[in-house]
């Protein structure tokens, strides 16, 4: 390399410095940057809007407007105890009364379950929510 001095300033060669770009940048950049902050966008929007569906069908569930999504149905009796099918043969495990009259006064109603298990999946779409909407909001900064 050779430096030339010319009235105090070095120069590399005859080429100056441009500061312009940085060096290394490619014009693709401020493209990729544009892509990451609209993406920021859709996810912050997106996880508002999990937050969103899951607190309205919580309250609509839980004012009666609309019904608990079944996952535990009521029997008709508990009989003499649980059967567990196993292959081959069919194994009967005796409940004891008391628990039998806890069972049948509905402490644990399908209802009840049913809605502690919808309680379960609102928070977990809430948590996925707002997990969704922070990864938005690094991506916008």
Known sequence: MI?????GRSLIGKRRLSKSRPAGSSPAVPAMIKFSKIFGWILLFLGLLIISYSLYSSYQIFTGKENVPQIFVAKEGLGEGIKIPFPGK???IPIPEQLQKILSSGFLSPKILNLISWSIWASILIFAGSRI??????LIK
């Open 3 to 7: 430096f030339l001095k010319g009235r």
């Open 90 to 92: 069919e194994v009967e």
């Open 133 to 138: 909407s922070s990864l938005g909001i690094q």
